[in-house]
């Protein structure tokens, strides 16, 4: 039989560093209040979780990448509201912040969780921030624990 490895969801003693995008920060901080809540729900000690504001989801990846590499995070989660407007703009900054964040977990082997809503309007929006589609905050919390625990279990094994 294959040796099988499995994350848990035991959050104690991890260290996890949030990235929060200010720019459409009526979504963005309900998903930030969520994944806080539900990391602690799991074990992640208040004082283990660092918060830093970034102006938009743009700058998400440059100071994501910075604790990454600081080697001091289990996990780094990405947090941001990209909603459709009139412009590009949107497919810009969505492709952009989604590219630079998965490329900073293959750089620094550092599990760097995209919780970056990408919506056609508020409503939707808001809906995946604790309306009907839940908050997509605990989903990036739950992510941020069980993969931290599976390299962990790699890199043990």
Excluded at 104 to 125: C, K, R, S, W, Y
């Amino acid at each position: 039989m294959p040796k099988e490895l499995k994350g848990n969801m035991n959050g104690q003693g991890l260290h996890v560093g949030i990235v929060v995008a200010r720019f459409n920060e009526i979504i963005t901080k309900k998903l930030l209040d969520s994944a806080v809540e539900t990391l602690i729900r799991h074990g992640v000690r208040d004082e283990d979780i660092t918060v830093c504001w970034v102006p938009g989801s743009f700058e998400l990846p440059v100071v994501a990448k910075t604790l990454a590499k600081t080697g001091r995070y289990n996990a780094v989660i990405c947090l941001g509201a990209v909603i459709r407007g009139e412009t590009s703009h949107y497919d810009m900054v969505a492709s952009q912040s989604a590219s630079g964040i998965n490329s900073i977990g293959l750089e620094t082997g550092v599990p760097t969780i995209f919780g970056v809503l990408t919506t056609e309007n508020m409503e939707q929006a808001l809906n995946r921030a604790g309306g009907k589609a839940g908050n997509m905050g605990a989903n990036t919390a739950l992510a941020a624990i069980e993969t931290a625990r599976i390299i962990e279990a790699a890199t043990t094994a």
